[in-house]
């Protein structure tokens, strides 16, 4: 094997281990995990428009499953617009067809809570709202 040969195979699998996610030390057993992948349903995909969340602990980055997502339109225009989801396993939510304008997230897990005003919802496309929780 040429030298240039081994040096790019040498970095194709020093980038390989880099990319992979440590693994969990106690790893949920269940069809969405596989050797320390998260495997997540497709969102999204058919909507024109969408709001898609992840809720991790703030010190350990865990998933928060069964945490309240709350989206309350603040801006004044229309009809009061209040919706409220739960994460799923993996700490996922997502709303699809959201109606446009400005919104106040709170998301409460047991004591931890989080609070986001001006979240502008409705636009062509996926908003992505990661929440890292911390404890109150």
Known sequence: MRTIER??????????SACRAPAAPNPPAG?????GVTFV????AQTSSCVLGQVVAAETAAP???????????????????ITTLTDDQ??????EPPAGSYRLR????ERRFEVRGLTLGQPGTTMVPVRLPQS
């Open 91 to 96: 700490g996922v939510w997502s709303v699809e």
């Open 107 to 110: 998301v409460f897990k047991r």
């Open 41 to 44: 349903r497709a969102r999204c």
């Open 64 to 82: 928060l499953s069964r945490a309240t997502v709350f989206l309350e339109r603040e801006d004044g225009g229309g009809e009061a617009v209040q």
């Open 31 to 35: 069809p969405g995990h596989r050797g």
């Open 7 to 16: 040096a790019s195979l040498f970095v194709v699998l020093m980038l390989g």
